[in-house]
């Protein structure tokens, strides 16, 4: 049976989750609030391709989103697509429909494709394909404040899941000591800080500022899209929406948090954008002056013990630099890369570009 390959903007999504067949699927390429939140992103075109849907018949049998974004590279603009979510019915695998998925939005895109947080099997399927390059930025960190490991050695490790009874046991074990260890820590930012509904023209300001040679460089509209429009809800139980959708539709915890910092003049010398999700805190955003770089680290450790957070994961590379020389609250901090690929159309422009800074945000990495 051949398959039909649909290519879905945003006016055909917004008909797609307000179709009653959507409600009936038993696999649905999207979340509501994904799609939503796609519908209002500020650099989506009315002609973007956001999914391709593979067909056999009257069923779907694979899908892959794209997130519209621009590059700046070798000072240009691009326009661009972050390919995310690939999924391919366990049935159907084997018969080349992944790599037909990526070769159409290559051809939605004219080959401007980037992408992040692939699995290795998705990476071997884009290695064979021979169209992107690897990019490494500087490693950042992951630093654990406390012990979780019935959540990170089975993700890392399949077959120990059976154990997790076990594991959490250990956990609790080890956290005696540790809690007692943190109940003497007091971080304390010495500079004003205040939390931000949203980005105003004062922080969107600073940012242009302070983005030089960033990839994206997103600014006020960009990041208050991100924080108005989530694509992970909280809630602790999953419900019939996540139950077909292979993606996160839901967390126990999600929650996006916007902090402006002031030095003693009253002037604006940082601003954090951190992430909350379950047990684990990133900063998807950071704009710092150099001075109030120490101070941020401090006030991103006052936040995880205030929310008993278990882990922090940071890229930011000044920021990471100056947690490095500083004495922290975790027990252990690691190195922890993440991996990108561009397709080869930027090669030449990326080998020009010189120093190139992503933020953790970029792409969909912040919204999930």
Known sequence: M????????????????????????PAIPISRQRA????????????????????????????????????????????????????????????????????????????????????????RLYDKLGSFFDVNPPPG?????????????????????????????????LNLPNALRLAFWRPHCRLSWEYMAEIDAEAAAFIEAHQAGELTRRGQSELNWLLKHPWVLSGPVSDAQQARY????????FEFIALRLRDEAGNM??????????????????????????EAARLIWQHMLRMRM??????????VETIRHMRSPFWLIRPFRTAYILSTRFAGDYEAQGELRIQDGDGDKAFT
């Not at 649909?6 to 067949?21: G, W």
């Not at 892959?64 to 691009?78: M, Q, T």
């Not at 654990?144 to 490790?157: C, E, M, Q, T």
């Not at 998807?284 to 120490?294: D, E, G, I, K, V």
């Open 269 to 294: 010398a940082g601003l954090l954008v951190l992430s909350v999700r379950d047990r684990h805190l990133r900063v998807p955003y950071a704009y710092l002056t150099p001075a109030a770089r120490p």
């Open 310 to 319: 278990d882990m922090l994961t940071l890229h930011h590379p000044e920021l």
């Open 36 to 123: 939503w939140s796609q519908l209002r992103n500020p650099r989506a075109g009315a002609e973007d391709v956001l999914l391709v849907l593979a067909w056999e018949e009257a069923e779907m049998v694979g899908y892959l989103g794209v997130v519209p974004d621009r590059l700046y590279l070798n000072g240009k603009e691009h326009r661009v697509g972050w390919m995310s979510c690939i999924w391919v019915d366990p049935r159907q695998r084997g018969k080349g429909i992944a790599g037909e998925l990526v070769r159409q939005v290559f051809q939605a895109w004219d080959d401007r494709i980037i992408v992040t947080e692939f699995t290795p099997q998705a990476k």
């Open 141 to 173: 960190i992951r630093g654990y404040l406390r012990f979780n490991l019935a959540k990170l050695l089975p993700a890392r490790r399949p077959s120990l899941r059976r154990w997790r009874p076990l594991l959490r046991l250990t956990d609790s074990l």
């Open 246 to 253: 292979h993606f996160t539709a839901l967390a126990e915890r």
């Open 2 to 25: 051949a398959i039909r390959y649909e290519h879905i903007t945003p006016a055909r999504l917004e008909a797609l989750i307000n179709d009653p067949a959507y409600d009936r699927m």
